[in-house]
């Protein structure tokens, strides 16, 4: 009786249409909606697949972002290369490299470095990493060289630490303007530090 009650309350008169070969399949309204979450070029999901969020690279050196450099770290001190920690890393990632540049002096190389192991979470001062690959920097030392802006300007340095897609195949002691061209050329992902140093009178 329940069921002819039931039946009897759902017919409004109207005959459904036999289903054609190609609507046999079912939908279901109930489904969760489905979010998303790529990285333009490192992952790209589609939808139901599980999601990856990559943490933002970030640098830590001895001086702070927007800071001033430490007299150590340049020509006025011991010209030391400072320690930098470093986490974000992508896993992609198979080589890390350095950078050092002087934003008022376009073209100006003071450190480049790659060749870095990619589980390597920083350096310390004054250390170079095994099979790293050094370059010449553009005051024609190899390695580091620390600011060094003429008397009593004010120069804005940026260290970088750059996430390789690719390894280097450039020679160890050639130019830095090379080094860094393949730096830029090969980086995933990155992160920076900017500080000033204000050079005395002479």
């Known amino acids: 009786m329940a069921a002819c009650l039931l039946t009897a309350c759902n017919d409004d008169g109207r005959e459904l249409r036999p289903a054609t070969p190609d609507q046999m399949g079912s ?18 999901t589609l939808p139901g697949e599980a999601s990856v969020t990559l943490s933002s690279p970030t640098l830590v050196a001895p001086f702070a972002d927007g800071g001033q450099i430490l007299p150590r770290y340049t020509c006025s001190g011991p010209n030391e290369s400072p320690a930098l920690s470093w986490s974000g890393a992508p896993p992609e990632a198979v080589e890390i490299a350095v950078t050092m540049t002087d934003i008022d002096a376009p073209g100006y190389v003071h450190w480049a470095m790659s060749g870095i192991d990619p589980l390597t979470a920083g350096l310390g001062e004054g250390v170079v990493p095994e099979f790293a690959i050094t370059s010449i920097n553009s005051g024609g ?19 970088t630490v750059h996430f390789l897609l690719q390894q280097t195949e450039l020679a160890d002691g050639g130019p830095g303007a090379d080094l860094l061209a393949f730096i830029d050329g090969a980086t995933l992902s990155s992160a920076s530090v900017t500080a000033t140093y204000t050079a005395g009178p002479a």
């Open 141 to 159: 030392t190899p390695g580091y060289t620390g600011p060094c802006p003429p008397a009593g300007e004010t120069h804005t340095y940026e260290i």
């Open 27 to 44: 939908v279901s309204t109930m489904a969760a909606p489905t979010t998303t979450t790529a990285v333009p070029g490192v992952f790209d």
